[in-house]
């Protein structure tokens, strides 16, 4: 294990049993994006899934 993310211990104890916590910390927060990702690029895609779904 790693270093505890949260300061409370019932969070360490619950993300010890079950790494939710620790899971979405990893990938929504620190998301390895690369560096050309920019807003028009998630722009352009979600127009893209939008046309595909209508």
């Given at each position: 294990m790693t270093t505890p993310l949260?300061?409370?211990r019932?969070?360490?104890w619950i993300d010890y049993r079950l790494p939710i916590f620790s899971w979405s910390h990893?990938?929504?927060v620190v998301y390895?994006?690369?560096r050309?990702?920019?807003y028009w690029w998630n722009f352009g895609s979600l127009a893209g899934i939008m046309?595909?779904?209508q």
């Open positions: 949260h300061r409370y019932i969070v360490q990893e990938h929504l390895p994006a690369p050309n990702l920019n046309l595909v779904v």
